[in-house]
């Protein structure tokens, strides 16, 4: 089942989608029909998260490519909120970095609270799963130390464009990032040091994961750069593809205009 948010007639809510023109209310109000026609929904961004959870270095060939060493435990970082955007959205190129780089990943989001879950319990706390772009300003990483900045820019965390609940094997799944039209980064979860259970349990066991919350689960060999101008796509074999275009920052000066006093 493919869910995306929307809303209709002032109410937001999650639907899935039954045809190319018709969608389904997830929990249906009274008097809500059974299915609306996509023409009279507004699309809704698709997650709104408490935290975005990370893992770095979760695919062995990334970690090689980076010349890094295997992990022996999950190494997490976070994105704040306000770096979501949906699909079709504009990743803005701060003005400084030089050197943006995409990370196609698995997305994981949560459906119920989960606090020291076990792995055999994960599954049942997530809603479904989706594709993310983790970008990040690889030269300001490698500058800082640390990643918050380099992770947490405005529009670095591309998610969507559905939520899909049932793709299979979650061992294997093949993702791929495609930059104007051209396969840039290839790579399948077989290849995952953690996988997604796991990554539940870990993360639970650390901080509460709260519905609408999602853990991006790692990035294969392959990231490279994105300019503005750039067509990128996230493509998950079963899961979905995610389309983002690149633009260049714009500072917007009327914000930082004092409000008038009333
Ligand atoms: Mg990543």
């Given amino acids: ?73 999950p ?11 949906g699909a079709g959205d504009a990743i803005v190129l701060p003005a400084s970095s030089e050197q943006v780089d995409y990370e196609a990943e698995l997305a994981l989001v949560m459906g119920r609270t989960a606090r020291y879950v076990s792995e055999d319990a994960a599954a049942q706390h997530i809603f479904g799963y989706t594709c993310a772009n983790d970008v990040t300003a690889r030269d300001l990483q490698k500058k800082d130390g640390q990643w918050t900045r380099a992770k947490g820019f405005d529009t670095f965390c591309p998610v969507g464009p559905w939520i899909e609940t049932e793709p299979g094997d979650l061992g294997s799944l093949a993702l791929r990032t495609v930059v104007n039209g051209e396969v840039r980064q290839e790579g399948n979860t077989a290849s995952m040091i953690f996988p997604p259970h796991l990554l539940v349990s870990y993360i639970s066991n650390i901080m509460t994961l709260l519905p609408g919350d999602v853990i991006l689960t790692g990035t294969p060999a392959g990231v490279g750069p994105i300019r503005a101008g750039d067509e990128v796509s996230v493509e998950i074999d079963r899961v979905g593809f995610l389309q983002n275009t690149v633009i260049g920052e714009r500072i917007d000066e009327s914000l930082d205009e004092p409000t008038a006093m009333q």
């Fill in 1 to 73: 089942m493919r869910i995306i948010r929307v809303r209709h007639k002032g109410l937001a809510f999650y639907a899935a989608i039954v045809s190319p023109e018709s969608v389904r209310p997830l929990n249906r109000e009274a008097g809500q029909p059974e299915e609306i026609p996509l023409a009279e929904l507004e699309l809704l961004s698709l997650i709104r998260p408490s935290k975005v959870v990370c893992v770095g270095l979760n695919y062995l060939d990334h970690a090689r490519e980076m010349g890094l060493a295997v992990p022996e435990e």
């Fill in 75 to 85: 190494i997490l970082f976070l994105k704040p909120p306000s770096s979501v955007i």
